[in-house]
């Protein structure tokens, strides 16, 4: 769980960074060059020669997945909310990790449906008034999508890797990013105009940290996380970052907001990572995981 704790740090300032100096750009053009960061970055460890084709595509489609069309739904978001914003509409995502592994594992389990519904009150008394404007639900739906996108990549990542044997997750973890740089890539091709792109210094080193910190090594700690814990643990992780990524958009990028909702609100959401911690997690140690 370390890894988890730690890259929900990492990300808790990616929501300002992003919001702060990047939403000037291409949304697509943000996404391709990030990922094509990372995917930089894992090439001179792959090994995948005893890695079966399968395997491979498996690898891939995940990439293509739960970061290329996950990091494009979010950042096209940014146009439309605001960094505390999007963090909080990621509430959602420990629901649809735990019911996309329901559905691969066959099971189901009623806590989590709870406390997923705890965690929604918490969102809407931290959003009421501003859920019905137009570019809000628009950017909600945004976001839903890269969290299902997101949610669907760890949880199956977990499954296949599990049946791969004598090759380390750093080894074969370009082929994620190649999935995420081609899908990234064609979208960039087709809605970016190349030759009026301009990028300030600032720009570029925000993207270089994103792409090898928060996208690079963020990415490949977070499912390398998930594999060493249970689904309990990692639905409660996926939530983690919500308040630190508010906190840190309202005391270091001077957003807005109210106060006294979004404190009342936040205490219901822990309140719900603390349902999902007592009783989901034990609930698993008990069982399969």
Sequence with gaps: MLYLLIVSFIWAFSFGLIKGSLTGLDPNFVSFIRLLISFLIFIPFLKIKNLTHANKIKLIFIGITQYGIMYTAYIFSYQYLKAYEIALFTIFTPFYVTSINDLLEKRFHKLFFLSSFIAVIGTYIIM?????????????????????????????????????????????????????????????????????????TNQILILIYLGAIASGLGFFFWNYGARKTNTGSLAVFNNLKIPLAIAVSLVFFSEEANVSRLTIGSVIILFALFLNEKYLTRSLLKGTT
Aim: proline residues 0%; charged residues 10%.
């Design 128 to 200: 009421q008034n501003k859920l019905g404007e137009q570019n809000i639900l628009f950017g909600f739906l945004l976001v839903q999508l890269s969290n299902i996108c997101f949610a669907f990549g760890q949880v199956f990542y977990k499954k296949v890797m599990a049946d791969v044997k004598g090759i380390k997750d750093h080894q074969l973890y370009a082929l994620l990013f190649l999935g995420a740089v081609l899908f990234t890539g064609i979208a960039s091709a087709i809605t970016t105009n190349f030759s009026k792109i301009a990028i300030s």
